[in-house]
């Protein structure tokens, strides 16, 4: 751990001296992964509170969109290392010596709480912007050397959800004969997701991943980065939230982003994200996926499908 932590402060020690862990704790959040709480102190005085997240104990047996804390080290070194816009500051990644552990160090922000829960009634609005400003600059960048890594969205992958729910349900002995017409209403609509613009997404962009901190959004956990369709995060992140929210998040992007009039064919291909973000949610959390996880995945699912009027009540 010490010498992981040397390298990625290297710059810091160059210009501050020698550094020394003066407090480790463990994070007291709940989180994906394990993360420690890190204050180390540099010869001239100069103290820092990192955040360490260490990959072990993570399940990332397939299929899932998670890929790791190397991966998301990369996407903060590479594919967003030269965004202009505001983003937490990462040191780096390394692999631990001891333990053969990914580990992420950050800064560590106390004061910084999920965007959801802020009581400044400008979060979410910077939020909503930050986001549209995003996909704006990605879109321009994503064909850039720097960010060829990034495992890019496709038709395969849009299957792969609806596949694999359909597969579970066969395996829960209940009626889910509802489920055959929404795969079908949403295999109909990933050519829509296919043809769309291309930019570089989050992937799980929700609110406990975009922190509020000193009136700034600070987007992170970004192992689930990639390029694919800006609707993707937009659906994502409105996930079951009230309709009169949706619209109002919605609008708010179309503004920031376009100045109030959207792309012909937006509203389709939000349907088609939408249909996305609840065929892949099962898959996008850790662990085994036992009878009722699967059972919950298919309530959301047809509550999502009724709400959107793709199935009636």
């Keep these: 751990m010490k010498r992981g932590l040397g390298q990625v402060l290297a710059t810091e020690i160059a210009a ?5 862990i003066v407090h480790r704790r463990e994070n007291p959040l709940v989180s994906s992964y394990v993360s ?12 820092e509170r990192l955040l360490c997240k260490f990959g072990h104990g993570r399940d990332l047996t397939p299929p899932t969109p ?3 804390l190397g991966h998301e080290a990369r996407v903060y070194a590479e594919a967003l290392g030269d965004c202009p816009l505001d983003l937490p500051r990462v040191f780096g990644g390394f692999v631990d010596d001891e333990t053969g552990d990914d580990v992420l160090v950050m800064t560590f922000y106390p004061e910084a709480v999920a965007a959801g829960k802020s009581e400044d009634p400008s979060a979410m609005d910077t939020l909503i912007r930050w986001l549209a400003a995003f996909h704006a600059w990605g879109m321009l960048r994503v064909e850039e050397p720097r960010r060829a890594f990034l495992p890019r969205y496709d038709e395969s992958l849009y299957t792969l959800w609806v596949d694999r729910t359909c597969d579970l349900a066969r395996s829960v002995p209940d009626d889910h004969s509802w489920l055959e017409a929404v795969a079908a209403f949403y295999r109909r609509r990933i050519p829509l997701l ?17 922190l509020w901190n000193d009136g700034r959004i600070l987007p992170i956990d970004w192992e689930t980065a990639a390029v694919g369709p800006a ?21 708010t992007y179309v503004e920031a982003r376009w100045g109030g009039v959207a792309p012909e064919g937006f ?36 509550a999502e499908a009724v709400r959107w009027g793709v199935i009636d009540a």
Excluded at 194 to 210: C, D, S, Y
Excluded at 283 to 296: H, L, N
């Design 16 to 20: 501050r001296g020698p550094v020394r």
């Design 36 to 47: 420690d709480i890190v204050h180390v102190a540099f010869a001239d005085g100069h103290r």
């Design 66 to 68: 998670h890929r790791g």
């Design 194 to 210: 296919v043809a769309a613009t291309p930019t570089v997404i989050h992937g799980e962009f929700i609110t406990r991943n975009a």
């Design 231 to 251: 609707e993707l995060d937009l659906a994502v992140f409105t996930y079951d939230w009230h309709l009169d929210d949706v619209r109002q998040m919605e609008a």
């Design 267 to 302: 509203d389709d291909t939000m349907m088609a994200a939408r249909l996305y973000a609840a065929f892949h949610w099962l898959f996008g959390t850790p662990g085994g996926v036992g009878e009722s996880k699967i059972r919950d995945h298919l309530r959301a699912l047809r």
